[in-house]
């Protein structure tokens, strides 16, 4: 007999047929009602054992996180909560779980305990939720890109250049710790390194991606970034995927457009094939509501969140027009802000987006033009000759989603930056040949994946939404 | 007016339309036809110029590689080879080419000179092919495993285990070379690096996908591995992309089946949405072919061969039958091997996979059951207490295409074979935690993606598959 889903069972109306499923159990409760769990949905079908004629020694096995093959007679349930349910006809014990032992019992576990766990978290609903709603909102991306004309490209994970600028580095290297061979000055001889050089771990494609895009018109990349950076916070990873896209002969604006339309257009597709997974995550999130004081609980449930996210314009808002806002607020004038705004000119710290995002405006803000000098060296130099054509997507609850920019396409303008910032140029030849042959206008951004995980399944901390979070002092599994 | 790309123009039928179009020159001849590329097909679309009333300076900047900006009139084509043509109003330089500079000119570059060119390769009709047909392929991965109930899962790039088995790992550090602190004792202290351990680059998710499969059911993994050996050769790459799915509850003939019906599928989704880019390929190999001598010919063209694969059978073939087909094999008994078959145990090199694919089958081939003490830990022990079930797909031209195993679910055997390996429990407690708690027949495969890339390209070497390949003194762009 064909094994059957959970899911292909739960969608079934053909009554009375024989079935045969395996899976693991949730809860066995009065000796009769197995909640049988197979991964294809958050759903269990609840199994209905005649413990009377069953043998005393298996029914002591039926513990959670058993696996077991079941076979039996599909009827409509007599119980609440489900409309189907199996008679049990044959049970057989797969693999048995000690409940001394198993860590994953049917109460509730803090995520502290269930991240040292994360190889037993995904037994959860919470964690087969997201990681289910994270794996749909990949194919969403791809699907996206592919049906607007994108190219995939995979971009290196292993670097040479050390001038991508986005943050601190990893080494890769091929040497034993404190054994690296010395040239005849005394120096690291990197020429006998693996790669004949020094070589780090990416933290964005963008650069490749550009030399792609300037061929192919429309290319995106969604790949593992790395930053080395001692950041303990629930915002960040040192291991973390991004997607970046990058278009030729796209300016500012469609680069504003493009991200918008992406974001709407990803969020609809997990509201169309998550119903389940989300529907339980927004009711976990009202649950944690209950018990936080009436101020910090949310305005809108999560699906609330998501639908207005689809259906309203972000708001466009150049950094000039920020800084007044920001200057002018209750914030800023009762000092209450940790880095105060007094001028044109400074870098705006995640207070302020949390201000602009949450309390000003209510809805997603798109940032740009920003000043030159706290940007990157490749942001195109707008006229007035000092904010560059740089866009940052601020999202509630999660600060910036996206960063991006129309690319400086000048060749000498680009090199005065170059120089400006000690960036050699040596390093750079290849970036450099694209401003050479055939330059054009383009523009891209760059979306942390894992922040919209997180904005898609409500997690507070980034931790909970990738499968084994790497961060400072910790690579465990 | 909204501009269009060329495949859009290519396609239509709506003559005397005004168009706009940006894309760069491939040619130009006759001071009269532009052929222009937007990357968005590998065609180009023809623009005719009436020079005689275009400015000379303009006429002049006109060269391979410029990016151009066009108004003009659609107009059904005069000329052979094209059915549609734009007659050009206006035409703008947005970005020179200067042809004495530019290192792709319109005719035959050696793929050696378009390595060191990497950046700008792509901007060749073979490399725009390539790049476009890896793209459609991977999204045929993504579609394959999420219309039939996979979920993806992103596993770590950086690991704290060294026990995944499959090969060399370069190490990842935050330590600068020759300065990582001691101990007391004067060993390094890892403890003090980034992730308070030893780190390293994967080589498979495999493990960590067991643990998600046996919560979810079915998972894929897709992402960057790594191996640290010094392996100059077509087939091998430092930094490649593996997609590994794993499955709770197939046993080794159901994920022969998976991996058959996968590769099957993928490349039907290449053949109905890359008819032109494959036809180009396609080509690319029948010239190439006819400056061989007739031996060395192949037998199928490019497209009969993808034809093939999808319509027929794998071969699935035992170990111990393929030895006796080796041992009584021509090449054998005229010593041509380079490693002779004489007995039941040896391990396969890569002549004979070829002499099985090439010549004995001339099709591709499922090999399983091999001897244990070849194969990895985690391989399910068989009955006859000395092979493994586990799996390799060969194919021709590329040889092992795919590697798997239904994984030893019992805990005693699997501690016993670890034990024999001196593989550290302590390493391994999370992995060992999924035969302890539920544990069940699961089973799963790799495939080598870029491999995949060369069998549907036709492409000789790996290296001319992936953009910005890594090997061994190589890690430039």
């Keep these: 007999m064909k094994r059957s889903t959970v899911i292909e069972l739960l969608q079934s109306d053909k009554f009375l047929q024989e079935v045969y499923i395996k899976g693991w159990v949730r809860t066995f409760r009065s000796n009769r009602f197995i909640a049988l769990n197979d991964g294809s949905t958050i759903k269990n079908i609840q199994c209905v054992i005649d413990f009377e004629n069953l043998d005393e020694n298996l029914l002591k096995r039926i513990n959670t996180g058993a696996a077991v093959s079941i076979k039996g007679t599909l009827v409509e349930s007599q119980g609440k909560g489900q409309s189907v349910e199996i008679q049990v006809n044959d049970l057989e014990i797969l693999g048995d779980s000690n409940p001394e032992e198993y860590p994953i019992q049917p109460k509730k576990h803090s995520f502290e305990f269930l991240r040292e766990n994360a190889h037993l978290r995904i037994r959860t609903n919470t964690f087969g939720a997201v990681m289910r709603v994270r794996s749909v909102l990949s194919f969403a991306v791809h699907k996206y890109f592919q049906e607007n004309g994108f190219n995939y490209v995979n971009t290196p994970i292993i670097t040479g250049s050390d001038a991508e600028g986005a943050g601190e580095m990893f080494h890769v290297t091929n040497f034993e710790a404190n054994k690296a061979p010395l040239t005849e000055e005394g120096m690291v001889d990197y020429t006998k390194d693996f790669f004949g050089k020094e070589t780090n771990l990416t933290v964005s494609g963008q650069l490749e991606a550009e030399t792609y895009a300037m061929a192919l018109g429309k290319v995106y990349t969604f790949g593992p970034t ?4 001692n950041s303990n916070t629930t915002r960040h990873l040192a291991e973390f995927w991004m997607i970046e ?23 609809q597709h997990v509201l169309d094939n998550c119903k389940d997974d989300l529907e339980f995550l927004n009711n976990r999130l009202i649950q944690e509501d209950k018990a936080k004081p009436q101020a910090q609980r949310n305005e809108m449930t999560l699906l609330e969140k998501l639908q207005f996210v689809v259906e309203n314009n972000f708001k466009r808002v150049s950094y000039t027009e920020a800084i007044e806002i ?9 000092k209450k802000f940790q880095f105060p705004i007094n001028e044109w000119g400074a870098d705006l710290q995640s207070e302020h987006e949390r201000y602009l995002v949450e309390k000003h405006f209510k809805c997603p803000v798109i940032l740009f033009d920003y000043p030159a000098n706290i940007k990157a060296f490749y942001m195109r130099l707008n006229e007035d000759g000092k904010t560059v054509r740089a866009m940052d997507v601020l999202f509630p609850g999660i600060g910036e989603m996206v960063g991006g920019s129309q690319r400086e396409e000048r060749l000498d303008v680009l090199k005065e930056k170059m120089a400006e910032l000690d960036i050699d140029e040596k390093e750079l030849w290849w970036y450099l040949d694209t401003r050479k042959f055939g330059t054009a206008v383009h523009s891209g951004f760059g979306l942390g994946f894992e922040r919209l995980v997180q904005f898609t399944t409500g997690m507070g901390n980034i931790r909970d939404v990738i499968p084994f979070p790497r961060t400072p002092q910790n690579a465990e599994f």
């Design 245 to 267: 896209p990058e278009v030729a002969f796209n300016d500012l604006d469609a680069n504003m457009d493009l991200s918008e339309d992406f974001i709407k257009s990803v969020l």
């Design 226 to 229: 790395f930053r080395a950076e």
């Design 326 to 334: 920001l200057r002018n607020s209750k914030p800023n004038k009762k």
